[in-house]
């Protein structure tokens, strides 16, 4: 029985993986192996930064609200708990959005809560 040989599967693999190490640098983005490696390493970055990028969202808006909460004379951890009190059921990114493009309808909120 002849020898089979993984020529042309094997090419297949390796040409997917150039494909994908299309704007890398150099060898990373020539050579299978260190295109391999570099598209892993690519992989996984993006597959923390999707998760990381939902945190850092969080943390932009909730340091907007407290600098316009802050103008009104409340600190953000305050305002969220009179919120939570007053049962007022708006995310933060809604309140930041509202803060930066609406001040006036934010500054209304923000008088309503404390009341």
């Given amino acids: 029985m002849?020898?089979?040989?993984?020529s042309v599967p094997r090419h297949r693999r390796?040409?997917?993986?150039?494909?994908?190490?299309?704007?890398?640098?150099g060898a990373r983005?020539?050579?299978?192996?260190?295109a391999k490696e570099a598209v892993?390493?690519?992989?996984l970055y993006a597959y923390r930064d999707r998760r990381q990028k939902?945190?850092?969202f969080r943390r932009l808006w909730i340091t907007r609200i407290n600098a316009a909460v802050r103008q009104h004379g409340l600190s953000y951890s305050r305002f969220i708990h009179l919120l939570d009190e007053k049962g007022v059921a708006i995310n933060r990114k809604q309140l930041s959005?509202?803060?930066?493009?609406?001040?006036?309808?934010?500054a209304k909120l923000v008088e309503t809560v404390k009341k």
Avoid: C, V, Y
Wanted: glycine letters at 4%.
């Fill in 2 to 6: 002849p020898r089979a040989n993984s």
């Fill in 14 to 25: 390796h040409r997917k993986i150039i494909k994908l190490a299309k704007g890398q640098f």
């Fill in 29 to 34: 983005r020539k050579l299978f192996r260190t």
């Fill in 40 to 43: 892993e390493r690519g992989w």
């Fill in 54 to 56: 939902k945190r850092d």
């Fill in 97 to 106: 959005e509202m803060a930066i493009h609406q001040p006036e309808a934010f």
